[in-house]
């Protein structure tokens, strides 16, 4: 079966950085597109970045460009998020999602929480 | 960047009624949209994909229609376990965008 398990949250300062990860298993990753969506406290789904199976093309919310890199090592199955100048509403539960069009499957979600 | 309207933000229903929930897109989408449901503290979960194909597994009493920039998720007879947070997204072009949520609560 599919999984999608995240890893990297915490706590960090305002201005810090972070890099999540997320393992895949269970599909055949290095054929799949895949995104990062996050869900502050309390609020909605944001869609943060995609990557192409590939890693070819990458796409990012106007929020998070020039901040915020997506990657992958298909090596290993896993998918990336490295997350500099982070900000107070950055803090969010962050999904790990497999995916081009619609999204099939999700992973359980790291907490991300910026706070001095 | 193409913005997604839900309406409502919340509705109180029973068991047993049926339940619509619009989704209106800022321009034109074709059928590239998809409906998830979200419970407390759990991951959403891919509900219809290409407005109207119900992802395996899902029951029947989902439906999803429309085209363009108005999309509608019925809930033809609201079961205990429907009660959740549902959302929209539209897959046409990147950004991808979500709506804000339907909350559907017991009433």
């Known amino acids: 079966q599919v999984q999608l398990v995240e890893s990297g949250g915490g706590v960090v300062q305002p201005g810090g950085s972070l890099r999540l990860s997320c393992v895949a298993s269970g599909f055949t990753f290095s054929s799949s597109g895949m995104h990062w969506v996050r869900q502050a406290p309390g609020k909605g789904l944001e869609w943060v970045t995609f990557?192409?199976?590939?890693?070819?093309?990458?796409y990012y919310a106007d929020s998070v460009k020039g901040r915020f890199t997506i990657s992958r090592d298909n090596s290993k199955n896993t998918l990336y998020l490295q997350m500099n100048s982070l900000r107070a509403e950055d803090t969010a539960v962050y999904y790990c999602a497999k995916g081009y069009n619609n999204i099939d499957y999700w992973g359980q979600g790291t907490l991300v929480a910026v706070s001095s | 960047d193409i913005q997604m309207t839900q309406s409502p933000s919340s509705v109180s229903a029973s068991v047993g009624d049926r339940v619509t929930i619009t989704c209106r897109a800022s321009?034109?989408?074709?059928?590239?949209l998809a409906w998830y449901q979200q419970k407390p503290g759990k991951a959403p979960k891919l509900l219809i994909y290409?407005?109207?194909s119900l992802q395996s597994g899902v029951p029947s009493r989902f439906s999803g229609s429309g085209s363009g920039t108005d999309f509608t998720l019925t809930i033809s007879s609201l079961q205990p376990e429907d009660f959740a947070t549902y959302y929209c997204?539209?897959?046409?072009?990147?950004?991808?965008?979500f709506g804000g949520g339907t909350k559907v609560e017991i009433k």
């Open positions: 321009q034109g989408i074709s059928s590239w």
């Open positions: 990557i192409h199976y590939d890693g070819s093309d990458k």
């Open positions: 997204q539209q897959a046409n072009s990147f950004p991808r965008t």
């Open positions: 290409a407005a109207s």
